[in-house]
């Protein structure tokens, strides 16, 4: 599903190189769920951020269903962003003026013109126990509500892999356990690949793999 070889990215910052991948290995199988820890300025979100096409690498490859991502085109990365990888980021990221229903239906539009939920995807929204809040916008919802709002959005196109960077970073000790084994529930009913970016090792034993980075490399 995923196969990352010798990968390096390089920022420039003002006339700083910073080499934040220096020769990243890493292959992942479908129906995994890999955690990945590692100390702050390890590379773990330069990496994802390449595996989820956001951002290029300087050199290396990294293939994800087999194609590698340097031979496609604009468009195919496009589709690859919205369509084949889902993106949890730390701090939510939803769109305050829209509740969560549309927060959700606005990704889902974007990626195929359609704006009904499937009863698969209304299953998740049981499973993340947030059917009944779907009516409210962001400022009415508790943090852990937030969250697994952002999650069910990196998953109503039904991604072949969730990426989720420090998903439970915001959360207290209680949500935090309840997003875990949501995301451990999702990887075994459902078979959802995930890799999920941690620096909490209880966070880290729920996945099924952990992988360690140092200093732009996977140990
Ligand atoms: P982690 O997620 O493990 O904390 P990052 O991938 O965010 O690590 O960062 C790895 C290194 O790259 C750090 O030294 C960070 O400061 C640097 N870095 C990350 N993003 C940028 C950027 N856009 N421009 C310059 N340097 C960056
Ligand atoms: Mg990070």
New binding site residues.
Partial sequence: MIQVLNLYKT?R?GDVD?H?LQGANLEVSKGEFVSVV?A???????LFNILGALTPPTSGIVRIDGKDLKDLSNADRAKLRKDTVGFVFQKYNLLPTLNAEDNIRIVQFIANGRMQFSSEFQEILNILGIADRMKHKPRALSGGQQQRVAIARALVNRPAILLADEPTGNLDSQNSTAVLKLLADLNQQFGQTILM?THDQVAASFARRSIH?RDGQIL
Avoid: D, L, Q
């Fill in positions: 920022y910052a910073v934040a590692g702050s300025g390890s590379g773990k979100s330069t970016i980075m």
